[in-house]
């Protein structure tokens, strides 16, 4: 663990009204953060570390964790937004909401798969749509309405971007208003169904949609 880890760590509060004070929603704990990095849970950190105290950890501790790219939110540039590409605009992105997976196409090779949570079945919007927009560290208007029946409400508050964002680092949004493909706070409930419409990613594999697909791109909805 390295002093600059500490710097996404700090305490935010759970209730949205709250969120919408701070600048910034980062991650709460050290476990929740090398968890994210690396592609697993607390739980599992928990389980290959059983002699560390995460509570007191201190910079230059060594910690097991899985054997996969890390995850390097520094690297995540602020408010950057991806325009349409003569290649990844001609792409095609398939969401499979009975498999929860989205795949990637190009014309019929698959480019890449991830997995996803779709939406419960009442939100699921199926059908054909174009991705418009792009952006990492997006914003997040909190509307209990939306959630809980698909249709803005007259209160809502505006959060802040960070990990623990409902829509986690990154924004996909597409022809259908209100819906897109997104990251979230709570990368151990992908692959079931908890979303008000959108879809939603592990950040790891959100963060990386700008490099295989972009706005112009076709999104269909199965």
Wanted: hydrophobic share 40%; with cysteine; charged share 25%.
């Amino acid at each position: 663990v390295q002093e600059t880890d500490f710097t996404f760590i700090s305490d935010v509060p759970y209730k949205p009204a709250e969120q919408a004070k701070v600048k910034y929603l980062a991650y709460r704990t050290l476990d929740e953060f090398v968890a994210e990095r690396f592609h697993t849970d607390e739980r599992f950190l928990a389980k290959i570390n059983p002699e560390l105290d995460w509570g007191s950890a201190k910079a230059g501790a060594v910690i097991k964790v899985p054997n996969v790219t890390p995850f390097k939110i520094e690297d995540v540039k602020k408010n950057q937004s991806f325009g349409e590409d003569e290649q990844l605009s001609k792409r095609m992105a398939i969401v499979d909401t009975s498999q929860k997976l989205v795949a990637i196409w190009e014309g019929e090779k698959i480019v890449a798969t991830f997995p996803v949570t779709p939406g419960r079945e009442r939100f699921i919007h199926r059908g054909s749509w174009t991705m418009r927009n792009m952006i990492t560290t997006p914003e997040f208007r909190w509307d209990k309405s939306m959630l809980e029946t698909g249709e803005r409400g007259k209160e809502f508050y505006q959060l802040p971007p960070g990990p623990n964002s409902p829509v986690g680092i990154f924004w996909a949004g597409l022809s259908k208003a209100g819906i897109g493909l997104h990251g979230t706070a709570l990368p151990h409930t992908i692959g079931r169904s908890r979303s008000a419409g959108c879809v939603r990613l592990d950040n790891w594999d959100a963060v990386r949609l700008a490099a295989m697909i972009r706005p112009g791109a076709k999104v269909e909805m199965r």
